[in-house]
């Protein structure tokens, strides 16, 4: 693929752009200019108090934001989304602000179930907290390493774990409970267009289970390419082995048979 496209890498809950450091300097080495936006209200640092509007914050208003962050770019992006960002990656692809497209344990848009028994450890209290949808929420050191870091050691997990943010309530909400939000906004048509699409989950994932995943790009046909990996868990972008994960989606995109529409 033409590295003359800007790659736009979208971050995902309780994170911020700094996730994206190993990913970026691979993609930089390799020619592409890289941008890795910050989400709304997640212009903070750890362990400040959240934004007062942080826990209605929507799916739609993160969206907003990078589809008005994507329309200054001089090229239409490849995007790279992680977790929640590979939603939001899937949204801005229904609506054309794509030409190509990287998900990456990525959350799954209505129409696919999102929800494994193996999450519930992680998420249940957070879940079960009266009003959550309206509130932000931070992860525990223990629901942190049980959902997001169960392949680093005690020591990485510790480390990755004092970087976590708050989040959306409202934004969770609209992911887990999409099935009773035919209007919402993780309703997508998922041909909407035909630009090719990568998928990347690990199968020891616990909050996004690569079964997940795999019916998340089934639901797109021959068109995304999906594969799974052994040794990977949801935090594929800095697990020991993340080299292998970034050099496999830019062999991806250098593909020829993967090049974006000409009038994409």
Known sequence: MNTQHPVVMIHGMWSSPQVWDNFRSAYTARGYTVHTPTLR????APGDKPARALGTTSLGDYYADLAAFINT???????????????????????????AAVLLCSACPRGVFPM?????PGTARIFSTPGFWKKANRLTAWEARYLLFNRLSESEAAQQTRQLLWESGRAASEIVFAAAMPNGPATIDFQANEIPLLSLAGDAD??????????NAERYGRRCDYRAYPDHAHWIIGEPG????AADSLDWLADPSFNPRPDA
């Open 116 to 120: 494994r028994p193996i999450m519930l």
């Open 206 to 215: 616990r909050i996004v289970p690569a079964g997940v995943c795999a019916a």
């Open 41 to 44: 209200h997640h212009d903070i």
């Open 73 to 99: 770019l001089e090229a239409m992006p490849i995007l790279v989304g992680h977790s929640m960002g590979g939603l939001l990656a899937q949204m801005l692809i229904a609506q054309g602000h794509a030409c």
């Open 242 to 245: 993340w080299e292998q994960i």
